[in-house]
């Protein structure tokens, strides 16, 4: 599919070492962090400058070559798979290129792990407020191109919340400036529009990302809720109390339960249905009014018992739990479905019963662990993938899931992003001429679709609407 | 051209039929107010495929669409009123043509609010606050209209209904066109109806002025700002003009806002009264500066980046003279000047040595920036309305 001597080619700009073509290198590549789908890349090149990235961009295009952008590959929708193309892994792209302490800013390259970020700015008493539960290892390019979330978002906002401006290469080699450090800049909010892109519209060369100042208290709670119901309930008290936790986070019993039996035992009670952990920060006067109040709507929705960390370990232990949940779940079983979708919060213990009542009816274990405050679901279900009957309920499982969050008034991901996993939902999320546009905005950016082609987008609903004139006028 | 005897049983007809005012509402063109979103389907399909429209909501801002120069304009104050609200789900679902106010009313009830105010006051629709994405005080902290914006719905130019999001307040799924369509001044199309996401009013809501001494020590004094235990919800700069114009002492001023719990509150502001020249204010405040704007005069923004904003503020002040209105948002870097067009001139000098930006308002900004950019801007444009149907003139790079 690629034309011959591009690996040569390639080589010239970043030397051979970086370029990789041999099938026992490129294995690494062929799946992300939801190893359910497999593509072989042709060849994977990894530049080891912005300079370098940019001149392997316009290689690509003036050989007319498609290509994915990737940084860690924890992506969790299958959307940094190059299917016989090439893959630009970015990783190598890890420089902190300026700390602006007096505005509150960083400029980074896109290779920077994000908890690296927030490691660096420590001192400063900052750090960086989207924390994806793989900030250990995923990438600020990658939040950007996923629009990535985390606990801290449900008061902080998830990532276009917090990038001042990127530094784009667009497929046909130009760059260009998106947002600005300097205030506002005119024109339509492309910025906006390119985060939450998936490597479809450009190559983030570097990201002026805000930096927040860390709160001066903290306070981290659990409460233990003998039903699923009870703890839905009290989220939708807490919130309805007129308090914004920092953080708002629900797990079910099977994931206590998997949690507990792993190195990352967090001291959750494992006879609960259900925990929801919780986190207040701001001005410390008041703080503890807020924790009695947050701990008030827990007892009066049922709780059986609500625990404030009293040390900065106890609470690192209560979070390290809830952070590593998948990888915890990822030990019980060969195989793992993590899903990722969102419905209006009320809805909640409604949906979370018809999902009890799913995995009930297909006899697969579903095991809730998510951001209960967004009302954004992590329906994950582990299972033995040699087993063609198991995989099949499962499979069914999720459908029926999905299709239960959109009858909610739900949407397929909230974080995770399309990729190729959740292609199939989108036609029933968006009308064809909603798809057309989204196809439109697409187009302005890369007309020839090589940037991550066959992704977010099913590829049809385009087509029809590049051939309707009526359309178009 | 559509003509005003058009034949049928169209929106057009109805509103003219119904609406005295709208009738003797003035300019040449022929003037629809559907009331219903098939209505203004129906409008846009009907007509000829180069007819031109000007975009309208409650009209407060005439003097950004007096700009245009279109064959009929497209009245949306009639397609209006509250389709959802759940106070638990903290989301409302509103048609385009909802004012403001009547947002603010049915939430209050509820204990929530739409943070968004918009200079001018909230005697604007929803739909042209997220059209034009205009914001004030509150969206240095509480955020940009864009991030209040969970789900629209749109009529293209071409009369095809699309939406962008949904309804629930995390959501990544597809391409972001809610973003795209905020702020595009309706010439990606019409926006019809929009979810927003709700706050809880803060439990009290208290407010001071900090006098400006001199312009001297800005710097140091915002620095001490942000060491507050609480952070505030505005913090806005007004020159002695304007601070004389919403009834305090004719001086210069940092405006201070705060919310949450009465404990929090009590706390900071008794931090924030120990600065010289310091004195407690109603909150009433907030929306009386908000309303100062007259239509007509000229707002220009500057900015820069936030830590140059004192030079940038004692730059813009200076240039003015007592007719003058500026203000600043210092976390932003934004320095506003209401001021006629030829003091404007005076103002502009001034601010090329701060190396600031500018962003002329209601001219319907072009889309600026290097050629590449601007390339990308006009493709986007192209994509949405190939014929410039919709706000013709507004948002193209031709213009600046
Ligand atoms: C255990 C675990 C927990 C997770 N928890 C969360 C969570 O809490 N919240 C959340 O949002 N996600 C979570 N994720 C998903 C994933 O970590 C995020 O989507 C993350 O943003 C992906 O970053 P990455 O660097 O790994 O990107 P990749 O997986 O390499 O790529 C993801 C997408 O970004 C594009 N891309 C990557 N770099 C660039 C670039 N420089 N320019 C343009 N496009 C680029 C790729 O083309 C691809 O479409 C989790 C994943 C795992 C495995
Ligand atoms: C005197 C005055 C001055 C103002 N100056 C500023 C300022 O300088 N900066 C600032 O940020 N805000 C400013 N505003 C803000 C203004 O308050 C808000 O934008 C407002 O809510 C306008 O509401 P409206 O319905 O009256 O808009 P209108 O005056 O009816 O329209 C304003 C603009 O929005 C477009 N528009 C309206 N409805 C739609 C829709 N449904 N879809 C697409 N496009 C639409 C119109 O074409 C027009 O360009 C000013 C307001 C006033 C009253």
Redesign the pocket.
């Known amino acids: 599919m690629i034309p011959p001597g591009l690996d040569r080619e390639l080589a010239d700009v970043v030397g051979t070492r970086w370029v990789l073509t041999r099938p026992g290198e490129l294995l690494a590549y062929t799946s ?2 939801l190893p359910g789908y497999r593509h072989d890349p042709a060849l994977v090149v990894l530049p080891g400058t912005r300079d370098e990235a940019l001149a392997v961009v316009r290689l690509l295009a003036r050989r007319n070559v498609a290509f ?10 299958g ?2 798979l190059a299917d016989g193309t090439v893959v630009l892994g ?2 190598r792209l890890r420089r902190i290129l300026e700390i602006d302490v007096d505005n509150g800013w960083a400029v980074v390259e ?2 920077v792990v994000n908890a690296h970020l927030s490691r660096a700015v420590a001192a400063y008493g900052l750090h960086y407020a989207p ?4 900030q250990s ?3 600020i ?6 629009n ?4 801290h978002c449900l008061k902080y906002g998830v990532t276009v919340n917090h990038v001042l401006a990127l530094t784009v290469a667009l497929a046909d080699g130009s760059v260009v400036t998106l947002g600005s450090t300097e205030g506002e800049v005119s024109g339509y909010d492309l910025l906006g529009a390119f985060v939450g892109s ?3 519209f ?4 570097d990201a002026t990302v805000r930096l927040t100042i860390n709160p001066p208290a903290v306070r981290t709670m659990l409460a233990d809720f003998p039903t699923i119901d009870s703890a839905a309930r009290a989220t939708s008290a807490i919130i309805a109390a007129g308090l914004v936790p920092a953080a708002l986070e629900m797990m079910d019993q099977p994931t206590i339960q998997a949690v507990e039996a792993s190195i990352y035992a967090a001291g959750y009670p494992v006879d609960a249905a259900a925990v929801l952990l919780i986190e207040l920060d701001g001005a410390a006067a008041g703080l503890d009014d807020d924790v009695a109040r947050v701990a008030a709507a827990c007892r009066d929705g049922g709780a059986r018992d609500v625990r404030v960390a009293t040390t900065e370990a106890d609470r690192q232990r209560l979070w390290q739990g809830r952070k590593k949940a ?2 915890a779940m990822g030990r019980v079983s060969s195989h793992l479905v ?1 899903q990722d979708a969102v419905i209006p919060r009320t809805r909640l213990p409604d949906v979370l019963a018809e999902i009890g009542r799913i995995g009930r009816e297909e006899g697969v274990t579903v095991c809730n662990v998510f951001h209960a405050g967004d009302g954004n679901l992590h329906p994950n279900i582990p299972y033995n993938g040699n087993d063609a009957g198991e995989t099949q309920r499962v499979e069914r499982a999720m459908v029926r899931i999905m299709e239960a969050c959109i009858a909610a008034g739900g949407s397929v991901t909230g ?3 399309i ?1 190729v996993d959740k292609l199939p939902y989108m036609p029933r999320l968006f009308s064809e001429a909603t798809l057309g546009s989204m196809c439109r905005l697409r187009d302005c950016f890369d007309p020839e679709r090589r940037m ?1 082609p066959g ?1 977010v987008v099913p590829v049809r609903s385009c087509r029809e609407w590049a051939m309707s004139p009526a359309a178009r006028r | 051209m559509r003509d005003s005897a058009g034949s049928g049983d169209t929106a057009m007809t109805h509103a003219r039929r119904r609406d005295p005012i709208l009738e003797s509402g003035g300019g040449p063109e022929v003037r629809h107010a559907p009331s219903t979103e098939a209505e203004l389907v129906d409008i846009l399909r009907e007509s000829a495929p180069h007819t031109t429209f000007r975009i309208r909501g409650a009209g407060t801002w005439t003097s950004v669409t007096e700009r245009i120069c279109a064959d009929a304009t497209l009245d949306l104050s009639r397609l209006r009123g509250i389709t959802a609200y759940v106070p638990g789900d903290l989301t409302l679902t509103a048609r385009a043509g909802t004012l403001l106010s009547e947002i603010a009313e049915v939430t209050r009830a509820n204990g929530q609010w739409l943070p968004l105010d918009p200079w001018g006051g909230s005697t604007g629709t929803l739909g042209a606050t997220l059209a034009t994405a205009s914001a004030g005080p509150l969206a240095a902290t509480i955020g940009l209209p864009r991030d209040a914006a969970l789900g629209l719905t749109i009529v293209d130019a071409a009369g095809i209904r699309t939406t962008a999001g949904g309804r629930v307040v995390k959501n990544v799924a597809g391409f972001d066109l809610v973003r795209l369509q905020v702020g595009a001044w309706g010439t990606l199309g019409i926006l019809t109806e929009a979810t927003v996401r709700l706050r809880p009013l803060p439990a009290v809501d208290r407010s001071c002025a900090i006098q400006l001494l001199e312009n001297a020590g800005l710097a140091e004094l915002i620095t001490s700002l942000r060491q507050l235990t609480l952070g505030p919800l505005a913090l806005e700069a007004v020159n002695s003009t304007l601070a004389a114009t919403i009834g305090l002492p004719p001086a210069a001023m940092l405006l201070v806002r705060l919310g949450g719990s009465p404990r929090a509150v009590a706390q900071t502001l008794d931090q924030l009264l120990r600065h010289p020249g310091a004195h407690e204010i109603s909150s009433s405040i907030w929306p009386t500066l908000a309303a100062t704007e007259s239509d007509g005069a000229a707002g220009v923004r500057y900015s820069v980046r936030p830590s140059q904003w004192p030079s940038l503020w004692t730059a813009v002040v200076d240039a003015g003279d007592a007719t003058t209105r500026v203000h600043a948002t210092p976390s932003r870097g934004i320095v506003r000047v209401v001021a006629p067009a030829a003091l404007q001139d005076r103002v502009r000098q001034s601010t090329v040595s701060a190396g600031a930006m500018e962003i002329v308002e209601g001219a319907g900004p072009g889309v600026r920036g290097l050629p590449a950019l601007r390339a990308l801007g006009r493709r986007v444009r192209d994509a949405f309305d190939p014929h410039r149907r919709l706000n013709p003139g507004v948002m193209d790079d031709d213009r600046s």
């Open positions: 992300d962090g994915v952008p990737r940084g860690a590959g924890t992506g969790l929708s959307g940094a970015l990783n896109p290779g924390d994806p539960s793989s290892a995923c990438t390019g990658g939040n950007v191109a996923e990535a979330g985390g606990p998936e490597g479809c450009g190559v983030v060369l998948f990888g993590v974080e995770h992003g990729g991550n992704k």
